[in-house]
Structure formats: C-alpha cells, structure tokens
C-alpha cells in the first residue's frame, strides 16, 4: 500500500451564472478557507449545463495535483 500524507485541501468549481448560489458566494469561501482552489467556469449555471467537459477537467486536474503533491511530501 502506497505511504501517503493526505492533507486537506479544498476545490470549489462555481458556475458565473449560476441562478441559485451567487458567484460571489464562491468568492468569499475562497478568503476564508485555507487551502481552498477557486475556479469559476465563465457561463455555466448552477447544473454545468454545456459546461460539462470543463467541470471534469478541473476536478481531475485538481485530483491528480494532490496525488502528485502527497506523493512528493511522502519522500
């Protein structure tokens, strides 16, 4: 079994048309909590409607760059 250090980190992904949650909801977590990665995707609602393939890309990208920090600090 791989010997990580698993550390908190946080992603938010906020739609700039999101009709339910404000946009600047998404920007007032990201002054208060630490470790936290903002991305807004220009023109997506609150369900990502047409903004799908984005939505995967950063949450993938933003998986493997903690795997890939964790496996760094475990060395």
């Known amino acids: 079994m791989p010997n990580y250090i698993i550390y908190d980190r946080v992603l938010t992904i ?7 949650i404000p946009v600047q909801d998404a920007n007032e977590f990201a002054k208060i909590i630490p470790n ?3 991305h807004i995707i220009e023109g997506a609602d609150h369900a990502y409607n047409n903004h799908q393939d984005e939505l995967s890309s950063v949450f993938m990208s933003f998986i493997k760059e903690t795997i890939d920090h ?4 475990a060395s």
């Open 14 to 20: 906020h739609g700039s048309s999101d009709e339910i």
């Open 36 to 38: 936290h990665k903002l």
């Open 70 to 73: 964790s496996k760094s600090t």
